[in-house]
DNA sequence: TAGTGGTCTAGACCACGAT
DNA sequence: TCGTGGTCTAGACCACTAT
């Protein structure tokens, strides 16, 4: 019962997707694409992810027992648990004690600079990412912003109010604030640079952890006259708060898509559980 | 059932939260809360959240090496590295080589049941959930409907249509597609019955993985009669389709709530990303 | 009962951050 | 340089699923 492997894959079979990526055969990896980083179970599963991607074992199909892993690949039971753990936090397969893995999906999934940059979200789908600064503010930080931040009261922040384009068109207006150690970086960038997440980075700022809350608000007048709607209109609210390595909030963003341009989609599982529903209060307010 | 953690934690101070909950003590476990099931790292894990709630570490403040933690519990290194593993995808602490791990946030977080069952999650807000059986259908499933359930062309499916309420006010309509199987299970639920999900669970179906797409949409003739607003308007549409531990689709279902009444929220990271945003075709309709 | 993934241990080495 | 978390190994035992 070894090569069972169900949809075999050309006439090479399923097989020789498996590479051993041991240490003696160097920078080795398996597949017709980048090479991927350092570690053993990384290219691991980045092996299982193209297999599974070119439907190896089918969608709703089995994988190989970790034990069959770990020999074909030449590695630890302990390392293809973390293959296999990275996989399963993707939402590709499931994994229950007494039976084998199962394939969930083959959805690609979207890296975490694609989440957090409009920039390279939109290059990764071959669109044309663009944008236009409409005003950079130096000013005090109100409350809200002073607890996002992690900043004393009467900390001095940097907003920039952005419009980003698809190709062209106008979907999406973006306020950002910044602390003033970030802050001064971006006004350093050049009114008309594509991506201000990917100078920041440049510069040193790594983008580590995200949080974000979605829902829906109303069009004021700035976007309703840079998205061409009208004010009141519904727009699709993303706020999200960045923060580096060290914990160190670096940015605090509010973007407003326009309805029918964008959709969040989220994964979670028992193990894991990344996604909460938030409760927002009645206004409950005075007699209306 | 159960679930949290949160509520008030004595001045006994942070040193004492930390129990060894060695082998021989038997099912001890830390805090003044609900004990918690059986493994060792859950057990650490919820007593690290707890000491974190407590603000024993501060916001931004560094949590102990794991070397020291593993000697106060009395575990190994790798026991202390999964229960860290997992408040990291909470989105608790971040973690990177070379420096201790810092303190990201102390929001609770939800379980997977909050998320799945618009019941619990508002019996955990402290609101009354409630709802209202609008329509039951057997018929044959459309075609998206066929591949997000992975059933064969032309099989049947169960549609419910639901008002939902929290302490009174409809806040969501919820059209829920099952699975025969599971339809006739949900068939013989009560029309006064609060939750399917958790009658359901009853009856032995498990939720396991369930994806989520957020996006907006226009009330329908349905929707505004039932929720009160008019035809047209926009409202928060999150989609849903969930698995059992085998992979195979139960429920693909489609809410959709009133503005301001609930907002998502979702925590990523470099290392984990399990949120994306997704594109959406401009309709490119005729020549407009 | 046999096979599978889940948990736990004990140790090793390395890459990185702070000092 | 030293402490820290990241990776990897090799083995053990257990809980659960399927047969």
């Known amino acids: 019962m070894t090569s069972d492997v169900r949809g075999r894959v050309g006439s090479s079979g399923a097989s020789v997707r498996h590479r051993v990526v041991s240490a003696e055969e160097g920078p080795l990896q398996g597949g017709s694409t980048e090479p991927v980083k350092g570690t053993l179970y990384r290219k691991v599963a980045a092996d299982l992810r193209e297999a599974i991607a070119a439907g190896a074992y089918g969608s709703g199909g089995r994988l190989p027992a970790e034990a069959e892993l770990a020999e074909r690949y030449g590695v630890s039971r302990g390392t293809i648990r973390q293959a296999l753990g990275a996989l399963r936090a993707d939402g590709l397969v499931t994994s229950r004690r007494g039976t084998r893995r199962v ?49 004393d009261p009467g900390a001095e922040v940097v907003l920039v109010l952005r419009v980003r384009t698809l190709s062209g068109r ?4 973006e306020r950002s604030v910044y602390p003033l150690w970030i ?8 009114a008309d640079a594509v991506s201000h997440t990917e100078l920041l980075q440049e510069q040193g700022v790594v983008f580590a952890d995200a949080d974000h809350t979605i829902d829906l608000t109303a069009a004021d007048a ?42 969040f989609t989220v994964h979670n599982s028992l193990a894991t559980s990344a996604l909460a529903r938030r409760h927002r209060r009645p206004p409950r307010a005075e007699g209306a």
């Open 103 to 151: 394939v969930l999906g083959t959805t690609p999934v979207q890296s975490f600079a694609e989440l957090v940059s409009f920039t390279s979200w939109a290059r990764s789908l071959g669109e044309e990412p663009g944008g236009r600064v409409e005003r950079v503010e130096r000013r005090p930080a109100d409350p809200r912003e002073c607890e996002k931040l992690r900043l």
């Open 183 to 190: 802050g001064e970086l971006v006004a350093r960038i050049p």
């Open 170 to 173: 106008a979907v999406m207006v």
């Open 222 to 263: 700035d976007d309703a006259r840079l998205l061409g709607c009208e004010p009141g209109d519904a727009l699709l609210r993303e706020r999200r708060r960045s923060t580096d390595p060290g914990g160190t909030p670096v940015e605090w963003s509010e973007d407003r898509y326009l309805p029918g341009t964008v959709a």
